[in-house]
Every structure is written in C-alpha cells, then in structure tokens.
C-alpha cells in the first residue's frame, strides 16, 4: 500500500494524486543495515513503510534495546527528535530491503497550515502512536516474555524469520538463549 491509498484509507476520501497532494512524497530504498536515522541526528524526515521492516534501538548501559519494529503501513522515524528538532537518543535502522515514502517535516508543517483534513490524518496518526506506545509499555509490565513473544508476531508471523534472533531477545527484553528455550518449547 502506497502512503496516499493509506492516506485516503484512513480519511475515507478519495485517493489523492501525488501532483496534488499537499507536500512531496519522495520514495526511497534503504538496503538491509542501512541507518536512517542515526544518533545524535535531529530528525528532518518522516518514513512510510511500503515494503520491508526496520527497528529502532536506544543505548542502554551495556548495550543496545530494541524499542519497536516497523512493518508495511507503519510510519516512522526517531519521533522525540523529529517533534522537538533535538538531537536523538535513538537509531533507526533497515533489517531487510525498506522502500518507504519520505516526508519532509518543513512540508508537512506547512501542509498542516492549509488542510484540515491533513491535520484529522496528523491527529489520528498521533493517536495510534500513543495507543501503540501505551499497549508496549503495559505489555513490558504486565506479560511474560513468553506472552510478550506469541504476541508480537500474531498479526505478522511471516515477518519472524527476516527479524534476527538476536534482535527480538532485545525487544523483548531476554538474551537469546532464554528465547530460544521459549522458542523450543512453543514448537513442541
């Protein structure tokens, strides 16, 4: 799915045409280990995901956490930077081949000055974020890894074997080899 059917999607519009869209949408390829955004940058861009996943990670004390995967149809991008324009504390990276729509912040806040329906997308976005953001955080209190791990690939199991083992442990907050025991034990 392209950003402008996602756009007309959610708006229940008509799908607009990309020479009369309110700002530019510029497609790009990321190949697999490519940064898109890496940290300490100030983020100047917002990422559709039309193909592919990509991760974003912070510094922990001795290592790297992975925060989220991004799949098709997800935006993206280190959002604390892109929304304050401050140095980020996060990088965010392709795990396979990513073709993704790019969205300047500058056209997009000027868009936002001449469309409501634009700012309605914005907002609804904004809000799936936060509920995306809350049911991460609940999930990390409230589940088991276990839990957490036949959760985060109900609705996309196909996408499990292009994410590396490693990855996922430090999503879910476990080393590898807890995970492969938990692993084994759902194959048996």
Do not use: W
Not at 142 to 147: L, P, Q
């Amino acid at each position: 799915m392209t950003f402008l059917e996602f756009y007309s999607t959610v708006l229940n519009i008509p799908k607009p045409s990309y020479e009369d869209f309110l700002f530019p949408l510029k497609k790009g390829f990321f190949k697999k280990g490519k940064i898109f955004t890496d940290y300490g940058e100030v983020e100047d861009s917002l990422y559709f995901m039309n193909k592919g996943i990509a991760e974003i990670a912070i510094k922990s004390y001795m290592s790297e956490k992975v925060i989220d995967f991004f799949f098709e149809n997800d935006f993206f991008c280190c959002y604390t930077s892109f929304l304050n324009q401050k140095p980020g504390d996060v990088r965010v990276v392709a795990l396979m081949d990513c073709e993704v729509e790019i969205i300047k912040r500058e056209d997009m806040l000027q868009a936002y000055e001449h469309s409501l329906d634009l700012n309605k997308f914005g907002r609804i976005m904004t809000e799936h974020g936060y509920i995306r953001k809350s049911d991460r955080e609940k999930s990390l209190l409230a589940k088991t890894a276990e839990e957490r791990y036949v959760e985060m690939f109900k609705g996309k199991p196909d996408y499990i074997s292009n994410i590396p083992v490693n990855k996922i442990a430090k999503y879910l907050g476990i080393h590898p080899e807890s995970l492969s025991r938990i692993r084994k034990k759902l194959n048996s």
